[in-house]
């Protein structure tokens, strides 16, 4: 249940974030009465970040989670804002930066492992076994200093068969235990289908997938989320800004941006919201490496103001008319096309971490786990079925052609 209005003035955001240069992420925001308003540091430090139940657990995350792709062990400070802020719902996984990612959380646990309580802690695990889960867990309770995982992901599902019996049987273990809380999965491909299957199955307790304004208008996006709720699976949305910022290129793209600054939001900010809106995602996984885009993205979680039903028409258009800039995922679908099996689905999102999340670093070194031999295919294959039977219409073949150069 979310936490009531705070009174927020999202202009005095801006004046007392200044010192930390946010002003050039947010624009100056509309807010009510200075003199009756707090800032959205001073609401989320009194309050905390709103919250929602996660799925039948009946447990209260903030619906901001932070994501744990960047150097944690540096950023220690950050990690103490985070709590002050509510942003008590961190995100992690056994391969993020080759382990550093757990470690730094570990140090931080480390310090102040009073804090430890308040976190609502995932990590997740590679595996697809009984024994590599076993090997990962243990090596990721160490790493966090901490004995227990409060939500524990199988990562990277692209089809609900890989939760299989064993899976079953060694999440019942582990919780008995007592070294996980939740079970579930990650889904970055096909999780319209994976959505649907697993709200089949009765021990699925939450699902991370990717959901954004492009994607929730789809029929079987809708349907998915929905059946997984009736199943009582708490849902984490991730890769929120569907592909990037608006862009700049077109009156379109102007018209659209145009309209979040005067609404007093960025464009960054309105896509959270979008997907805010809809009660059955329980939170938004973001990254936020820096203080400035977390305090950008609290401002946008703790201020009420809903976007207009136009604006969200906007968005929905936006997302209609740009629909070839975005891969959504369904990678069955190309991967199925081409004669010899490549990860195109993978390599796509590893372009987008790199374009769109300025992650090139990540992207590189994921691109370079493919074997060569498989990279090495990329540019000899034709693309002509695949890019016919694309959704999306996206330009296949150039794009792993890119991804070789970009990336290799």
Same mark, same amino acid.
């Given at each position: 249940m979310?936490k009531?209005?705070?009174?927020i003035?999202r202009?005095?955001f801006?004046?007392a974030?200044?010192?930390?240069?946010?002003?050039?992420?947010?624009?100056?925001?509309?807010?009510r009465?200075?003199?009756?308003?707090?800032?959205?540091?001073?609401?989320a430090?009194?309050?905390?970040?709103?919250?929602?139940?996660?799925?039948?657990?009946?447990?209260?995350?903030?619906?901001?989670?932070?994501?744990?792709?960047?150097?944690?062990?540096?950023?220690?400070t950050?990690?103490?804002?985070?709590?002050?802020?509510?942003?008590?719902?961190?995100?992690?996984?056994?391969?993020?930066?080759?382990?550093?990612?757990?470690?730094?959380?570990?140090?931080?646990?480390?310090?102040?492992p009073?804090?430890?309580?308040?976190?609502?802690?995932?990590?997740?695990?590679?595996?697809?076994?009984?024994?590599?889960m076993? =090997?990962d867990?243990?090596?990721?309770?160490?790493?966090?200093?901490?004995?227990?995982?409060?939500?524990?992901?199988v990562? %990277?599902?692209?089809?609900?068969a =890989?939760?299989?019996?064993?899976?079953?049987?060694?999440? %019942?273990?582990?919780?008995?235990?007592?070294?996980?809380?939740?079970?579930?999965?990650?889904?970055?491909?096909?999780?319209?289908?994976c959505?649907?299957?697993?709200?089949?199955?009765?021990?699925?307790?939450g699902?991370?997938?990717?959901?954004?304004?492009?994607?929730?208008? =789809?029929?079987?996006?809708?349907?998915?989320?929905?059946?997984?709720?009736?199943?009582?699976?708490g849902?984490?949305?991730?890769?929120?800004?569907?592909?990037?910022?608006?862009?700049t290129?077109?009156?379109?793209?102007?018209?659209?941006a145009?309209?979040?600054?005067?609404?007093?939001?960025?464009?960054?900010?309105?896509?959270?919201?979008?997907?805010?809106?809809?009660?059955?995602?329980?939170?938004?996984?973001?990254?936020?490496?820096?203080m400035s885009?977390?305090?950008?993205?609290? %401002?946008?979680?703790?201020d009420?103001?809903s976007?207009?039903?136009?604006?969200?028409?906007?968005? =929905?258009?936006?997302?209609?008319?740009t629909?070839?800039?975005?891969?959504a995922?369904?990678?069955?679908?190309?991967?199925?096309?081409?004669?010899?099996?490549?990860?195109?689905?993978?390599?796509?999102?590893?372009?987008?971490?790199?374009?769109?999340?300025?992650?090139?670093?990540?992207?590189?070194?994921?691109?370079?786990?493919?074997?060569?031999?498989?990279?090495?295919?990329?540019?000899?294959?034709?693309?002509?079925?695949?890019?016919?039977?694309?959704?999306?219409?996206?330009?296949? %073949?150039?794009?792993?052609?890119?991804a070789?150069?970009?990336?290799?």
């Amino acid at each position: 249940m979310q936490k009531k209005d705070n009174g927020i003035s999202r202009r005095s955001f801006i004046k007392a974030a200044g010192a930390a240069g946010v002003g050039s992420v947010l624009a100056p925001l509309a807010g009510r009465n200075r003199a009756q308003a707090a800032t959205p540091l001073q609401a989320a430090e009194n309050t905390g970040v709103p919250t929602r139940p996660f799925g039948r657990s009946g447990i209260q995350v903030p619906i901001l989670s932070l994501g744990g792709m960047f150097d944690i062990p540096s950023n220690q400070t950050l990690l103490k804002q985070a709590i002050r802020w509510g942003v008590t719902y961190w995100d992690t996984a056994h391969v993020y930066s080759g382990g550093r990612s757990e470690e730094g959380i570990g140090q931080f646990f480390k310090s102040y492992p009073e804090d430890r309580d308040r976190i609502f802690l995932v990590t997740k695990s590679t595996a697809r076994n009984g024994r590599g889960m076993s =090997e990962d867990l243990a090596t990721s309770l160490q790493r966090m200093n901490t004995d227990h995982i409060d939500l524990f992901f199988v990562h %990277a599902v692209s089809s609900a068969a =890989e939760m299989d019996s064993g899976m079953r049987a060694w999440a %019942a273990e582990q919780k008995a235990a007592g070294k996980i809380r939740l079970f579930g999965f990650s889904t970055h491909s096909n999780m319209e289908r994976c959505l649907l299957d697993a709200a089949r199955l009765d021990w699925i307790d939450g699902i991370m997938t990717t959901y954004n304004f492009r994607l929730m208008h =789809e029929e079987k996006m809708k349907q998915a989320v929905a059946a997984c709720v009736d199943a009582g699976i708490g849902l984490t949305a991730m890769k929120t800004q569907g592909g990037g910022a608006v862009g700049t290129t077109s009156s379109q793209d102007l018209e659209l941006a145009g309209r979040f600054v005067q609404k007093g939001f960025t464009d960054k900010q309105a896509k959270l919201k979008a997907v805010w809106e809809n009660p059955q995602i329980s939170a938004i996984c973001s990254q936020m490496p820096t203080m400035s885009i977390l305090m950008a993205n609290i %401002a946008a979680a703790v201020d009420r103001t809903s976007l207009t039903q136009n604006e969200r028409q906007q968005l =929905e258009r936006y997302a209609r008319e740009t629909f070839s800039h975005y891969c959504a995922g369904c990678s069955q679908i190309c991967e199925n096309a081409v004669a010899v099996k490549l990860p195109v689905g993978d390599i796509m999102r590893y372009l987008m971490y790199a374009r769109s999340y300025g992650d090139s670093q990540d992207a590189r070194r994921r691109f370079a786990a493919i074997p060569d031999a498989i990279r090495q295919q990329l540019t000899r294959q034709d693309y002509t079925v695949a890019e016919a039977r694309c959704p999306r219409q996206l330009p296949i %073949a150039r794009l792993m052609s890119e991804a070789l150069r970009e990336l290799a």
